[in-house]
């Protein structure tokens, strides 16, 4: 198994995926077909799924990053 610190430098770069992924479906989801748009979002929400399974690994626990891609997580499922 990973170290801590290798697990936290995965889920830095995991986060700034993510952070780049949301941002750009953000601006361009009304433009996208639907099929696009429905693959986009799983793809998002997968991604913020395993970066909270992840999270969870380290110690201490990021509660604060896993609260943050939680909401986040729930913004992207309720969106249209």
Do not use: C, H, W
Request: charged share 35%.
């Amino acid at each position: 198994m990973s170290s801590d610190k290798e697990k936290i430098q995965i889920l830095n770069t995991m986060t700034r995926i993510i952070d780049e992924k949301a941002a750009k479906y953000k601006s361009e989801r009304k433009g996208m077909n639907p099929s696009r748009v429905n693959s986009e979002k799983k793809l998002i929400l997968d991604s913020i799924d395993d970066a909270v399974k992840l999270a969870k690994t380290i110690q201490p626990i990021p509660q604060d990053l896993i609260a943050d891609l939680e909401k986040l997580s729930k913004q992207f499922f309720n969106m249209i």
